[in-house]
């Protein structure tokens, strides 16, 4: 972007400089004049040209990067594809070793959970509840 900005910076110094060269020029106001018009007609020229040539630059980078962004939203959805079935396989064993865990453990009984509350009761004061 620097780059276009010093072309832009030189192109416009150099039509000012031919303009104001051919005004301090001796000739006749016609043939000035004419030349004058010619160099405006060919700075417009340029610009238009350089328009152009900023445009398809432009054009080019936001290409390139939605490339590269389209490159990388594939990568990372094929890096979770692949993990998708270790986490799966995971979960699962995880789900087993549980219910493993589940049919050792003996269920809480009305007697237990009396047990429970009287043990709270008598052991937890009304700062720790």
């Known amino acids: 972007m620097r780059h276009l900005i ?16 051919v005004l301090l020029a001796p ?8 030349k004058i018009l010619d160099n405006l007609k060919a700075g417009i020229g340029a610009v ?3 328009k152009s040539t900023f445009s398809n630059m432009l054009l080019n980078f936001v290409s ?7 490159k990388k939203l594939q990568t990372i959805t094929d890096r979770a594809s692949n993990q998708k079935e270790e986490v799966i396989a995971t979960l699962e064993r995880k789900l087993s070793e549980l219910k493993k865990d589940a049919d ?14 009287v043990y709270k009761a008598a052991y937890e004061t009304k700062a720790d509840i």
């Open 64 to 70: 390139e990067k939605e490339n590269n962004f389209d």
């Open 48 to 50: 238009n040209a350089s």
């Open 27 to 34: 000739g006749k106001g016609t043939k000035t004049r004419h």
């Open 104 to 117: 050792h453990v003996k269920p809480n009984t009305k007697a237990d959970i009396k047990d429970d509350i």
């Open 6 to 21: 010093k072309f832009g910076t030189v192109l416009a110094g150099a039509a000012a400089g031919a303009a104001v060269g």
